[in-house]
């Protein structure tokens, strides 16, 4: 479905490539703001369907407006656009629906843009991962395993690898039928497995559906990954 989109940034390349990605992927740019109050005249005369959020911008920065817009338009998503990955925690804490770092990838957009057509309630989990120094609240639909290695539980796919604080019980309880056990120290994430292979060994290894290396599976959790592989229709 197409949206259209108000363009909040205070630098005219940063809008241009947006816009031009926008369009390539079927939206439509009703606004452009260079500024805060320019962001709230277009939230009353535009009234677009999302707004793609600069943070840092003249006057009223885009996390006081996204807290703001969260009272005044509800009904109006906001994806926060930074340079700074350093802000991912305070977006979240605004309740916008996402978070993209510049430049920003076309994939990456679709993707964000993809979820503001979902319902909040089937919005994937976000959890907390430490990727390099950084802190990122990272969707579940971007993970492919959790691996507990040396005392830490690392998140991995094949876009992203960061350290998780908590441990594999606990997102297992946390996450539900969203993972699965496939051996004593890895969470495989249902949505991510694309089948099963079988090597002369006669082992059997996940594999995913975005060539993330595969990951072995123990005697014990076959039958739980079978019945799953069955349930999904991907079969063996």
Do not use: N
């Amino acid at each position: 479905m197409s949206l259209r989109i108000l363009i909040a940034d205070d630098e005219a390349p940063a809008r241009a490539r947006l816009r031009a990605v926008l369009e390539e992927l079927g939206h439509e740019v009703c606004a452009e703001a260079p500024d805060g109050l320019c962001v709230e005249r277009f939230l009353r005369d535009a009234r677009p369907d999302a707004v793609l959020l600069d943070i840092e911008m003249p006057g009223t920065d885009g996390l006081t407006l996204a807290k703001r817009m969260e009272q005044e338009y509800p009904e109006i998503p906001v994806v926060l656009v930074t340079a700074h990955g350093e802000h991912a925690i305070a977006a979240f804490d605004a309740d916008v629906r996402d978070y993209l770092l510049k430049p920003v990838r076309r994939e990456r957009l679709e993707r964000a843009l993809g979820r503001l057509q979902m319902p909040k309630s089937h919005e994937a989990p976000r959890i907390r991962v430490k990727i390099g120094r950084r802190e990122q609240l990272v969707s579940l639909d971007e993970i492919d395993c959790f691996v507990a290695e040396d005392g830490y539980v690392m998140a991995r796919s094949a876009a992203i690898e960061g350290f998780v604080d908590a441990s594999l019980q606990e997102l297992e309880q946390r996450l539900g039928d969203a993972v699965l056990r496939v051996h004593r120290g890895c969470l495989v994430v249902s949505a991510a497995v694309a089948g099963v292979e079988t090597r002369r060994s006669g082992e059997h290894w996940v594999v995913f559906r975005d060539q993330l290396e595969a990951v072995p599976v123990s005697r014990r959790q076959m039958p739980l990954l079978r019945s799953f592989l069955k349930e999904s229709g991907t079969g063996l």
